[in-house]
């Protein structure tokens, strides 16, 4: 199953906030798209699982969807994470929760989420 956009609960001020924490980061092209999904999710508000903060994490959600990887290089490029902060395993799932849960009064969903969870 493909990687799914969820519903964005950061505005484009934070974004490029967060853009730029990554930035300051991993300063030169990432040997590896896993140190930069790290630092992503290191520096993602809460809407990225706290576990992909970790390398094994991480490796194994990339080796799972073959489609994050380019994502992850298409950011990198663009220099904009926005996107990845944005992905879902289970968008569906996230997206009723948030409605549920009210956008204003309850903390963000966290996203890049397991379905297996």
């Not at 300063?27 to 290191?42: C, F, Q, R």
């Not at 904009?80 to 009723?96: C, G, H, V």
Request: negative net charge; without cysteine.
């Amino acid at each position: 199953m493909p990687l799914e956009s969820a519903v964005n609960l950061l505005d484009d001020a934070t974004h490029s906030l967060l853009d730029n924490k990554v930035l300051a980061t991993v300063e030169e092209a990432p040997t590896s798209l896993t140190l930069l999904l790290t630092t992503i999710a290191s520096n993602s508000d809460g809407t990225i699982d706290s576990k992909y903060r970790e390398t094994p994490d991480s490796k194994a959600l990339i080796q799972e969807y073959a489609d994050l990887q380019p994502k992850l290089l298409s950011a990198w490029e663009a220099k904009d994470f926005k996107e990845i902060r944005n992905l879902s395993t289970s968008a569906p799932y996230i997206a009723l929760f948030a409605l549920m849960a009210g956008f204003r009064n309850s903390p963000a969903p966290t996203r890049i989420r397991s379905a297996h969870v």
